[in-house]
């Protein structure tokens, strides 16, 4: 019998953003976030002291993951950024410190909440339509027959995690590698429907990262004394190839609800195992020379097609499966009965390959959408991170092709936004004050604020105490060395904006971004053909990633900005 | 432990519900976080789900959560103006409790404790509430009231046509106070849109309110991570599972849903297999295979695309289903199975017909079935053709947190039973007193059928019962009444038949004492006057006016049993009130047409309040029109709180001067806002919370128990013992 228990009531506290120790919190947060945030950010060790890893990271998603958070309000905050993250893998850090700048700078204007999320909302919808628009100044179309602007879109998703430890080097390798591997997973004839195939990851830790190297086909791993047994691999043109999802174990299957009465001269693993030797015997007579198993191949089926020289690899593992049917060019075989020789598979080729200390069978497949992209690091957190920079890249390149266009990275497209708002909102107010009760000074608090919360997030990339500025032409982020002299002359001490489109050395104005200024129209001349040709190094962003992250953190904001209440159940 | 329950103490306790629903009511209302022990996070405004997770430890508020849950489940809205008006009312009635024990307590009780007093005149109070519930609320209702509604469908005719604009509006005012107030205008657009678009014909609009009522949960997905504006609709059903194998495949698609496995077993249960020989384990092995092949060959023949399974299908069959092109489903919830079989009409299939030379009859046509992928989750998207009404459409709620999704998911859900209540005709009965005497039927059965009848409690959810509803339901009072009397058997009551009469007494007709008794004399059966015998005592003690309820309770009961005998012929309510209106009390029953609505921001308050004062002024018993009279101060308190933060000319003072004025005058109202909310949910709210205060105020001690958990508002048993 269960015990019945009386529920303990629950806690109930109103107004919880005034509250000094939610403040507090959000701002430890906030500065947790903010120090990691981009190329130069500081890294961030995070480990249990009852034991287990150490993680060493500057990524979103593990960082909020390993975060234990007790107060509600920031556990609403972090999982929100957490399925932002599961769901777009990139921009995670950009929309939680954007989300706790607009919290703080929000509740700082002390107008009503009603007010605010109102108006919040219209500038978020001012945002995304600028962002949409044709003539917005700080998207990049993406133009898939120069693969430049990709591969600058995965350097800068690659550089934006320093706790890969990469030199320049590597960098440009990896980059490389994870375009090559992307370009693999699409398929040659596409349809007006395309399928992108799979890149899957193989570690190899302790090797240098320069060794990294992208193959296609499937690499898959076994232990030396296995590889030895099947070497050496005899030589044809193509291999023909079962591939079982049925177990070969030679268990029982279900035998249903009701009682099964064996005999006692009666054996059915003898005749379970003689069934599978049957079978050995088809797939020999048929001339396999590649035996794969989802699950466990019975030891003496393993034996009787080792004799016959065929190639018997069991638990190969679901996760695997998908990717080995699509190498083969046949679904998985689920029965044990007669096989049909049309259920076979082929392979170009088998090869036995070793990296590091590692043994593979490479399948090289005639044409197939996958590859596998092997990842090596010296260490074992380096590796962890690597890997989730690979992900965040791939995954932003195929957000990429379903919307083909990029947003101007390092800070620019935050300072370029924030001008445009308030050059829109100084011009022509009444397009948003339309219909609802609110007045100009409102609008102009709280645009004060939404602008500088996003020009703090892109202040957020400089970490080395150094200026960072915006120019009055472009609406471009542009930062100075640290302990730079105090008369200056801007063009020298500046080289290039954030993103990398242009050079101090054109006719420009600068501001400090703390520093209030005249709003300004930013231009929107983007130089198309010629400019993302030759300016080799622009820093690109994800543009699904980065547009969904604005009105996720806004939205979020918006949701703690409207608590009035908490009830906190304590049972 | 005991501890005095008095209205003192519950409204200590509603003022503190009060101060924590205001936040969240109307279109200024903010959120409210909730964190379940599992770690949850749940954003919300609805009201019972604050009450909820508030795990009050209070008895008295306990009981007016389960009131106003119990109210959420027949309405599905209206949880925190329930908590208000109630506040108010027991404001009001704590604030004129000294005028009232004058008037209401008579000299003989005065020897009691004053404790006991009190709460005799706290049961004076509650039994005058349930008759203005009973009577005057449905007669100003209809009377009055009726005048001012208006209507959801576009046409006046008897062909009830939806008219968007107004439907947007009703929704959009819902969805302002049940979620966040950037997203009520998408959320309510979303709605709108799902409506028409799911609805097949104009008439058919019922049934689809019905559908997605029942079938909610998997009529939505919720995605996490993305922006409520990336919410939408998609066409065709969405199933929330993946494909065991998806064979992608054009034209004609058949559907087939089977309820078992489709492979053969060794035995089933009850059986046994008796296996002799290894040859025989191959045959019977051999022979389950190509049976599974069989039929699967069967199924591709017959056009057979996919397979919906309710059971897990073993690997075998999916295996043949591959080959044979043929898409499996599996693991369907019983809900989703009755849902495709109520869309399509399709009953499952038999493994008994398989046999090839069968036709397979049990197959359905659907336009498309493919994965559908929201959020790296895959999902089973079903095109089906609708027999019904219903064309199958799906909602994809988004939001960055699960908590918020849920909110939306929770608000669609309410705004769908609330449309439901909506378009369903609300019954209102009163009594209306005319000098015409002559009675056409004097019933003998009447006593016997009220003591046998096994005293129901089904009080909720009476008024939508049209026709057999008004017995019933005084046949629950009855129950009621007779459980009070249990509590409070200490008191002097010589009867109990005089205890439950009192609450049908009729305050607003004030005849002369002596005819009152000349026509129960007269029109009671002999079989009765031993009623009237037994409770002389307790009469002749108490003040003129008890008799004048008595005599009038024994009248209306009979007039009760002469409109039950009519209702049996007629159906039609005309025909019905041509026949009560020759007996000396006419039963009145109308009907509150389905679809009425009123313009937001305490129109029906304002209204209501300015109605019952009207009413009030108009007659002169005592109780009957203070009740009135606090009832329609406590309405106030509604659009007091929506236009708290509205300044000049939208301010609560000037609004309400404004719509008197224009009362007076005839004119027709002026309403700042735009936007409709539903008559008879505000009427069943009403009641609701009547019957919530009768209920509170009839209690007059709280028992603690330090023992084991149970349950907690049997106090009445207690106290007998």
């Not at chain 1, 990294?212 to 070497?231: D, N, T, Y």
């Not at chain 1, 030759?534 to 992250?549: E, H, P, Y």
């Amino acid at each position: 019998m269960s015990r019945l228990e009386a529920k303990k009531p629950s806690l109930c506290k109103s107004e919880p953003l005034t509250s000094e120790r939610v403040r507090a919190t959000l701002c430890v947060l906030k500065g947790i976030l903010t120090s990691s945030y981009g190329p130069s950010g500081r890294l961030k060790q995070v480990h249990n002291g009852l034991g287990g890893c150490v993680c060493t990271t500057s990524h979103s998603s593990a960082l909020l993951s390993n975060l234990p958070v007790t107060h509600p309000i920031l556990k609403i905050l972090t999982t929100s950024m957490q399925n932002h993250v599961s769901c777009f893998s990139d921009c995670g850090l950009f929309t939680a410190i954007l989300c706790c700048n607009l919290i703080e700078n929000l509740q700082r204007t002390g107008l009503t909440p009603t007010t605010v999320i109102k108006l919040n909302q219209q500038l978020l919808h001012l945002c995304t339509s600028y962002l949409k628009s044709e003539s917005c100044g700080c998207r990049i179309l993406v133009d898939f027959s120069r693969p430049q602007t990709l591969l600058c879109l995965v350097r800068s998703i690659v550089t934006s995690k320093p706790a890969s430890m990469l030199t320049r080097e590597e960098t440009d390798h990896i980059s490389a590698l994870v375009l090559r591997a992307f370009l693999l997973t699409i398929p040659d004839n596409a349809k007006d429907h395309l399928i992108l195939g799979k890149s899957i990851i193989v570690p190899s830790k302790g090797q240098r990262v320069l060794d990294s190297s992208v193959f296609p086909g499937i690499l898959l791993e076994m232990s030396e004394v296995q590889l030895m047994k099947i070497l050496p691999i005899k030589k044809s043109d193509a291999f023909k190839v079962a591939l079982f999802c049925a177990s070969l174990s030679g268990d029982l299957s279900d035998t249903g609800e009701g009682t099964v009465v064996v005999s006692s001269r009666v054996s059915l693993e003898n005749a379970a195992l003689e069934q599978l030797l049957n079978l050995g015997r088809q797939l020999v007579s048929d001339h396999v020379d590649l035996v794969m198993c989802q699950k466990v191949i019975h030891p003496s089926l393993k034996q009787f097609l080792s004799m016959h020289r065929v190639i018997a690899v069991d638990r190969v593992g679901v996760a695997l499966m998908e990717p080995l049917s699509k190498v083969t060019g046949t679904p998985p075989i689920g029965s044990l009965g007669s096989i049909s020789p049309s259920s076979y598979g082929r392979v170009k080729d088998l090869c036995p390959a070793k990296f590091g200390f590692k043994h593979f069978l490479h399948l090289i497949p005639n044409e197939a959408t996958i590859c596998s992209l092997l990842l090596c690091s010296r260490n074992d957190t380096a590796w962890d991170e690597l890997k989730l920079t690979c992900q965040t890249a791939l995954h932003a390149l195929q957000l990429t092709i379903k919307e083909p266009s990029v947003l101007l990275g390092g800070g620019c497209t935050e300072t370029h936004l924030a001008a445009y708002i308030r050059h829109k909102i100084c011009n022509e107010p009444e397009s948003i004050l339309k219909d609802d009760g609110c007045t100009e000074t409102e609008l102009q608090l709280i645009t004060e604020a939404f602008c500088s919360a996003l020009e703090s997030v892109a202040g957020s990339l400089e970490h080395d105490g150094g200026e960072v500025l915006t120019d009055m032409k472009y609406g471009h982020f542009w930062s100075t060395q640290a302990e730079s002299p105090s008369v200056v002359n801007w063009p020298d001490l500046l080289s290039r904006c954030g993103c990398g489109l242009y050079n101090s050395q054109e006719e420009l104005h600068w501001s400090f971004l703390k520093t209030t200024r005249h709003p300004f129209a930013p231009q929107t001349c983007l130089p198309h053909e010629e400019a993302t040709g030759s300016a080799n190094n622009l820093t690109l962003d994800c543009f699904t990633a980065k547009l969904s992250g604005l009105q996720v953190a806004v939205e979020t904001a918006n949701l703690i900005l409207d608590l009035s209440y908490i009830i906190e159940d304590k049972n | 432990m005991a501890a005095v329950g008095s209205a003192k103490v519950a409204l200590q306790v509603a003022e503190v519900l009060e101060t924590i629903v205001s936040c969240c009511v109307g279109p200024e209302g903010r959120q409210v976080l909730c964190t379940k022990p599992t770690g949850e996070v749940l954003v919300s405004r609805d009201g019972g789900c604050l009450l909820e997770a508030l795990h009050l430890e209070h008895p008295i508020a306990r009981m007016v959560v389960a009131c106003v849950s119990s109210h959420l489940r027949k309405t599905g809205d209206g949880a925190k103006t329930f908590i208000i008006f109630l506040c108010h009312l027991l404001r009001g009635l704590h604030t004129i409790t000294d005028k009232e024990q004058d008037s209401l307590i008579s000299k003989n009780i005065q020897t009691h404790r004053r404790h006991w007093k009190n709460c005799c005149q706290w049961k004076f109070i509650s039994q005058a509430l349930l008759t203005f519930q009973t009577q005057i609320l449905d007669y100003i209702m209809d009377h009055y009231l009726s005048k001012h509604f208006l209507s959801i469908f576009s046409s006046s005719t008897k062909e009830r046509t939806l008219c968007r604009s107004s439907l947007e509006l009703l929704l959009e005012a819902y969805f302002c106070g049940r979620v966040g107030r950037n997203n009520h205008s998408f959320i309510s657009q979303l709605m709108c849109n799902y409506f028409f678009k799911s609805m097949a014909c104009e008439s058919g609009f019922e049934e689809v309110f019905d559908l997605v009522d029942d079938y909610f949960v998997e009529l939505n997905v919720g995605v996490t991570g993305l922006p409520v504006s990336d919410s939408r609709i998609i066409a065709g059903l969405v199933l929330h599972r993946d494909f065991s194998v998806y064979c992608p495949a054009d034209g004609d698609i058949r559907i087939v849903i089977v309820t078992e496995t489709i492979q053969p077993l060794f035995s089933t249960s009850g059986s046994e297999f008796i296996l002799n020989s290894e040859a025989q384990f191959h045959t019977s092995q051999f022979w389950i295979m190509e049976k599974t092949k069989a039929i699967m060959k069967h199924l591709q023949s017959q056009n057979v695309k996919l397979l919906l399974s309710s059971v897990k299908q073993p690997d075998l069959v999916i295996y043949y289903a591959g080959l044979n092109g043929i898409s499996v489903v599996e693991c369907l919830s019983p809900e989703e199975v009755s849902l495709i079989q109520r869309i399509i009409g399709l009953s499952p299939f038999v493994l008994a017909q398989a046999s090839s030379q069968y036709e397979i009859c049990n197959t359905a046509l659907v336009k498309f079935c493919k994965p559908l992928i929201l959020r790296s989750k895959r999902y089973v998207h079903l095109g089906l053709i609708s027999t019904c009404s219903f064309i199958p459409h799906c909602i994809v709620l988004c939001g960055p947190v699960q908590g918020l999704v849920e909110q939306h998911e929770d608000a669609l859900h309410g705004a769908f039973k609330m449309l439901r209540q909506l378009f369903k005709d609300l019954d209102l009965n009163y009594m209306i007193r005319t000098s015409d005497q002559n009675h056409t039927s004097s019933p003998p059965t009447y006593k016997t059928s009220r003591e046998s009848n096994p005293l129901p409690e089904i009080v909720n959810g009476l008024i939508q019962r049209p026709y057999q509803g008004t017995v019933v339901k005084n046949k629950g009072k009855l129950a009621k009444t007779q459980t009070y009397l249990k509590v409070y058997s200490n008191l002097v009551v010589p009867s109990v038949e005089l205890e439950t009469d009192i609450p049908y007494s009729t305050p607003k007709v004030t005849p002369t004492d002596t005819y009152q008794t000349d026509e129960t004399l007269r029109c009671l059966p002999p079989t009765k006057t031993r009623i009237i015998d037994d409770s002389e005592p307790f009469v002749e003690s108490n003040s003129a006016n008890s008799i004048a309820e008595n005599t009038g309770i024994e009248i209306s009961y009979e007039n009760l049993q002469v409109t039950k005998i009519a209702r049996k012929g007629s159906m039609l309510p005309v025909r019905e009130k041509s026949l009560e209106m020759c007996t000396s009390q006419s039963y009145c029953c109308s009907t509150l047409p389905a679809g009425c609505v009123l313009p937001v921001g305490g129109n029906f308050e304002i209204l209501l309040h300015y109605y019952l004062l009207n009413h009030a002024r108009k007659c002169q018993q005592s109780e009957g029109t203070i009740v009135s009279m606090i009832i329609a101060n406590a309405l106030l308190g509604i659009p007091k709180i929506l236009y708290k933060s509205k300044k000049g000319k939208y301010s609560f003072p000037q609004i309400y001067v404004r719509t008197l004025h224009a009362l007076q005058t005839n004119q027709p109202m002026v309403s700042s806002q735009t936007g409709l909310e539903s008559v008879a949910g505000k009427y069943q709210l009403l009641t609701s919370v009547l019957q919530c205060l009768t209920k509170i105020l009839t209690i007059d001690l709280v028992i603690n128990i330090k023992r084991q958990p149970q349950e907690m508002y049997d106090q009445d048993s207690e106290e007998e013992v």
